[in-house]
């Protein structure tokens, strides 16, 4: 049954982390020159609007000539101080053409979000020799630095919960005077060294996560971000700037409890890492989506709550497994040790119920604003991850219940008696390695949490993507992209001349909602200029991902076709 717990957790683990279908955190809404227009006159910069606030650094705008050469001056700024808005400036002198420009942006809630589209100088001339995805492309860090990233985040929550919950155990469970001298001395040496080790794994994962976002915002491998200037840049950031304070904070810690450890019980250490671990606690609120998302003055708090009712069970459970053993180990009689391990047992028993129950109130809230339908849970790597997280947790309180209903009680007994805990307390220690190993999938699951868009803020905004049909490209904008009335605006280009394509003879534009069976309906079409259409008034309700089929009949025999799939939300 062990190994079947484990191994369930572990399939849970890997679904949680599957690669989101659409995680975009920031959505570009508007941009000057707009998707697909002509300049009359050369600009002298590309603009960008976003839904929210977007960190400019990395190199983050970039914009390139129809043979793939850089025409920006590499210059990006916040016009006005508008958070929202990026610019960068363009070289002068550029000739009439067709250009790309590309973005790759860090949102409010540190997450890299990508894009671009194609405008024209003068006139539309010779198509650009790559497209965005293969621009962008290059600017990829690779699976490789998100796998590592990924890791990073686990082990940077394993080192809060550690910490959170060894400090935790230490006030609420461990009470001075339950045990011998050397006793209390083996236990607390054993506490000191869990605090340490997840102080250490904190400074390498802050420091190792700090390198790897700038490798991920700047599309570069980790060694390349490991320059003194991208770090800088990093640190800059809302994401650098929380979690270099984390690592100075952890160092602080781990200083404390050196200190602590030259000459000072234990009352001293918790006085004097009371404001480091609680500042700890904070801090995965203040960098993730918590302080980015409305309602702040509720999310916020819940996630604190949250983080702390985990680490008390995450922590609590691995000072029981590794530091009161320790302390019972040092009594000689066995019969003495059960009274010393029962004390602490009990209280732990009460505090993880505790923590379930303010985990189960938490993560409720949560999922309420983060999710706008139970189909969420299913459709979205959000939602996955949230119902993965679920099912372990589910798994963790049926054992908890089973120790509490079982060993629990029977250590107690023992311990009244003056016996050994004997088979009970074997069983406990097994079962307490099995929930060890569950909650570090419990980790695994957060820390992809962490990493995907709430469902409500996935992209909310107008869709805007290029393909190809045959010899022609199309580019499609659906504006707004959400429930009701959407303009549609159709732009077909010759893929080689990269001049409007004039051949049609007949262009249709249809919608479905196969989730609904609905569709395919039919929108009136009507022709704005040389290669390019507008359906005014097509609508799309209720919310889902439309299919927008585009039909390009050319002559009596020959037509191409585009399939778009349209989130609308």
């Not at 605090?195 to 390349?224: D, H, K, M, R």
Request: net charge positive.
């Amino acid at each position: 049954m062990r190994r079947a717990f484990v191994i369930a957790a572990a399939v849970l683990a890997v679904l949680a982390v599957l690669p989101a279908l659409a995680s975009a955190h920031a959505t570009l809404q508007e941009t000057t020159p707009d998707r697909g227009a002509v300049a009359k006159t050369e600009p002298r910069q590309v603009v960008l609007r976003f839904d929210e606030s977007v960190e400019g650094n990395f190199g983050a705008v970039r914009v390139y000539d129809a043979r793939g050469d850089r025409v920006d001056d590499n210059h990006v700024t916040h016009p006005g101080g508008k958070g929202a808005v990026l610019a960068v400036g363009l070289k002068a002198g550029l000739r009439d053409g067709t250009f790309t420009a590309t973005y790759r942006v860090i949102s409010a809630d540190s997450h890299p979000v990508s894009g671009g589209f194609v405008f024209s100088i003068g006139r539309a001339g010779t198509p650009p020799a790559a497209t965005v995805g293969d621009l962008l492309a290059g600017s990829s860090a690779g699976k490789v630095t998100e796998g590592a990233f990924g890791v990073a985040r686990g082990a940077d929550y394993l080192a809060i919960a550690l910490i959170v919950g060894a400090f935790l155990f230490g006030l609420i469970c461990w009470r001075s005077g339950i045990a011998p001298p050397e006793a209390e001395a083996a236990y607390e040496c054993r506490r000191r060294v869990l605090l340490l080790g997840g102080a250490a794994l904190g400074v390498v994962a802050g420091a190792a996560g700090i390198v790897l976002q700038g490798a991920t915002a700047g599309g570069t491998s980790f060694w390349s971000a490991l320059d003194p200037d991208v770090v800088r840049e990093v640190l800059g950031t809302r994401f650098g700037t929380v979690w270099g304070l984390r690592v100075l904070d952890l160092l602080l810690i781990a200083g404390l409890v050196v200190v602590a450890g030259r000459g000072g019980g234990s009352r001293r250490l918790a006085a004097l890492l009371a404001l480091p671990v609680a500042f700890l606690a904070i801090t995965p609120a203040l960098g993730g989506h918590a302080t980015t998302q409305h309602p702040v003055a509720l999310l916020a708090p819940l996630d604190v709550l949250h983080v702390v009712a985990m680490s008390a069970w995450v922590g609590g459970l691995a000072t029981l497994l590794f530091a009161v053993p320790a302390g019972t180990r040092a009594i000689a009689d066995p019969a003495a040790r059960t009274p010393v391990l029962a004390a602490p047992l009990s209280r732990f028993s009460a505090l993880a119920l505790t923590s379930v129950g303010v985990l189960i109130a938490t993560g409720t809230a949560q999922s309420i604003v983060h999710l706008r339908s139970f189909g969420d849970l299913l459709h979205t790597a959000f939602g996955r991850a949230v119902l993965v997280k679920v099912i372990i947790l589910l798994a963790l309180v049926a054992l908890g219940a089973l120790n509490r209903r079982r060993s629990v009680p029977r250590i107690r007994a023992a311990a009244a008696s003056g016996e050994s805990a004997g088979q009970a307390g074997r069983i406990l220690r097994d079962t307490l390695r099995v929930e060890a190993l569950l909650m570090l999938a419990v980790l695994g699951a957060t820390a992809a949490l962490v990493s995907y868009a709430p469902p409500t803020q996935l992209s909310s905004g107008p869709y805007s993507k290029t393909t190809t049909a045959g010899p022609l490209e199309v580019q499609l904008t659906v504006d707004p992209a959400k429930p009701g009335a959407n303009a549609v605006h159709l732009y077909v280009f010759d893929a080689k001349s990269g001049a409007p394509f004039t051949g049609t003879k007949e262009l249709t534009i249809d919608a479905a909602l196969p989730s609904k069976d609905i569709g395919p309906l039919h929108a009136t079409v009507n022709r704005a200029g040389p290669g390019h259409y507008v359906a005014n008034a097509l609508t799309l309700a209720p919310g889902g991902k439309w299919q927008i089929t585009v039909t390009d009949r050319v002559s009596d025999f020959d037509e191409h076709t585009a399939r778009f799939d349209v989130p609308v939300r």
